[in-house]
């Protein structure tokens, strides 16, 4: 019963049209395994006559698991083949996905037999156009599918599958002539080919997009790699992965940076040694490349396509659909708390936690403040569907062609927005359940747990929110991003602090440098 009641969410049918919400056995209505109760009904029938007490328990016991209802969801934005896959995904969550996740969090286990359920389902290749095998599906569709998991199933699965997609979208922005991408595009259902990201430097922390310990030199028979990440989702258990590193023939500029495609064998990863608060099946641990040499189509696109691809795709996908998983995480707290609150009864004053107005108003606020996120993240992939014809890839075989580049600023606050959200709202749900949601048989533990990644997960929100003001405030040439403009304000501000000696001996160092 506890798998079951976990997330205690409804089942599939819970997110049909909102025609057939009022007639499904799992609408927000209460029910007894014979009887159908509103909640005024549910007083005058339990609490109106002397064996009240006595039946109470009992009636709460056999109510079906209830949470938030479809009502509240933005169905109408997913057509009738995403609203089916969503159900089927649903089912799917509540019979694997879900049980495994409590596997994933008590032992570090990687949510491998997830991948696998997700691939039976074609979902491995959700966003790999039709004609190599895949669904072709859109930017919104993955947002509902990662969000949906987050929810319904496990968050740590949901985001091992968000850099998943991550890796897709790299590999697909230059698969064009590319056969060995397109080999490993078509077979990541049949085979279960997990795909991962590896971007953070352990210098530079959450500024991933600066590899200072990584770097790539040219070979007779194509590259030599080295790359060290500080964290790799996946690490050591995803099967192919995309890393960045300054480009060959490197001249210092850190804008010059290049993708390639390497594989399970050719990385060093320790998973034993992965510990983190949460989100504990993700394996996000460091990963390093120790000089493997690569075939020369292992590189991904062209040589210092590196910045294009991560403005272009990796950080369009990943902070929509991580942005998508921290609203799944805010609405599963939410079913909890539904179907706590409306079982657990105060038999001293006749009430069910849920009629106290506190509860009520936590509960109100949060799913206002969860379903502006939402609406935030399906907003943002709508953009992106209408930048790019429905995420139609082809369009991409023209290197210049980066149109979802132009809204890299608005996925900044939707990353920032989902992530704040979700750490507030699992807080409250918390205090909702009271000293039961403190346990953790409830669930609401783990959420508050998993959640907390999101803030610190880079870029983190303390620089995604400098950036949104610096550049609101100065314009986007401010934000330099590898530490190339000089800021003269401060510059001379500094040397008007300094004696004539100071400026003297600066100076000479200065020329010195210039002169080497």
Request: hydrophobic letters at 40%; a negative charge.
């Amino acid at each position: 019963m506890l798998a079951v009641l976990l997330y205690g969410c409804a089942s599939r049918r819970e997110l049909e049209p909102l025609a057939t919400i009022s007639s499904h056995p799992l609408s927000p209505l209460w029910g007894t395994a014979r009887t159908r109760f509103t909640g005024s009904e549910f007083h005058e029938s339990v609490f109106s006559n002397t064996h009240a007490k006595d039946i109470t328990m009992n009636a709460i016991s056999q109510m079906t698991p209830v949470g938030i209802g479809a009502e509240w969801s933005p169905q109408w934005l997913l057509s009738a083949e995403q609203k089916a896959l969503q159900a089927d995904l649903i089912a799917l969550c509540e019979t694997t996905l879900r049980p495994n996740a409590i596997e994933s969090d008590k032992g570090y286990v990687y949510p491998r037999k997830n991948f696998e359920a997700l691939a039976a389902m074609g979902l491995m290749s959700l966003t790999v156009p039709k004609e190599l095998g895949g669904r072709g599906e859109s930017h919104l569709c993955a947002a509902m599918v990662v969000e949906t998991i987050a929810r319904y199933g496990c968050p740590s699965t949901a985001m091992c599958y968000t850099m998943h997609l991550g890796a897709c979208a790299a590999a697909l922005l230059r698969h064009h002539d590319n056969e060995r991408l397109k080999d490993i595009l078509r077979r990541v259902d049949q085979d279960v080919l997990i795909g991962t990201l590896s971007y953070s430097d352990p210098e530079t922390g959450s500024h991933f997009w600066y590899p200072m310990s990584s770097r790539a030199e040219r070979t007779d028979g194509g590259w030599k790699v080295f790359k060290k990440a500080s964290w790799t989702t996946s690490g050591g258990f995803a099967d192919w992965y995309i890393i960045q590193t300054t480009s060959p023939d490197f001249g210092g500029d850190y804008s010059d940076l290049s993708c390639f495609l390497v594989t399970k064998d050719q990385i060093k990863a320790d998973p034993a040694n992965w510990d983190g608060l949460g989100m504990r099946g993700n394996q996000s641990g460091p990963i390093s490349v120790d000089g493997v040499e690569i075939a020369p189509d292992a590189l991904v696109g062209p040589v210092g396509d590196g910045a294009k691809s991560n403005d272009e795709v990796v950080d369009p996908f990943f902070l929509v659909c991580s942005s998508a998983c921290w609203n799944g995480i805010c609405l599963a707290a939410m079913d909890i708390t539904k179907n706590h609150t409306t079982r657990k009864v105060h038999s001293d004053v006749g009430m069910r936690v849920a009629d106290y107005p506190t509860i009520q108003d936590y509960v109100g606020e949060c799913l206002i403040d969860t379903n502006a996120s939402r609406s935030y993240v399906y907003l943002a992939a709508k953009a992106l569907d209408d930048l790019t014809n429905n995420c139609d890839w082809s369009a991409h075989k023209e290197i210049a062609h980066l149109p979802r580049t132009g809204i890299l600023n608005w996925l900044w606050q939707v990353k920032f927005f989902s992530s704040k959200t979700v750490t507030h709202v699992v807080d409250k749900m918390l205090h909702a359940c009271g000293g039961t949601g403190y346990k953790p048989a409830l669930g609401i533990e783990r959420l508050l747990r998993d959640g907390k990644a999101g803030w610190v997960m880079g870029p983190t929100n303390e620089v995604l929110r400098q950036f949104v003001g610096k550049s609101a405030l100065l314009g986007f040439e401010v934000l330099d991003y590898w530490n190339q403009s000089v800021n003269q304000r401060v510059l001379s501000n500094e040397l008007k602090k300094m004696s004539k000696e100071e400026k003297a001996a600066f100076a000479t160092k200065l020329l010195a440098e210039a002169q080497a």
